[in-house]
């Protein structure tokens, strides 16, 4: 079974969406024991996706430029760490429902990253080697 970006099944949709159904879910928990469940599951999520982003943005690259360009890619936790208390004292204070707030405000930029997901077209590094498993397939069902 091979994964396109317009599979129902294709991890590249599939992390994205656990991940706003997570975000989601966290604002709802009443417990602490729920929050780090729920959280829990959120980080495992990151993690599955952190491989799937890495290697889609950096299949492409020239070899020389992998390197640094990884590099660049992994602060996106460091931008990340220096936008939340940012968004914190802007979100947290003006609303009734407090921390929950922000977690439900954490759900858009997924849903962001899945409508642009949808209009990416599929690396040449994919598509190399899709047309290559199609050959030996064929070759192999004469």
Known sequence: MTYTNLSLMSPTRMFPS?????ELGTGFTHSLSEFLAVRALFKIAIGGIFGLAASTALEDLPYEA?????GLFEQGYATGYLLAPIFYREIVPTTTQGWRSLFWFGAGPPILIIAF????????HFLVQQ???ESRHALLHK
């Open 18 to 22: 656990a991940l706003v159904i997570l």
């Open 66 to 70: 992998r390197g640094i360009l990884s």
């Open 117 to 124: 997901l949808l209009c990416l077209p599929e690396t040449n």
């Open 131 to 133: 047309a290559e498993r």
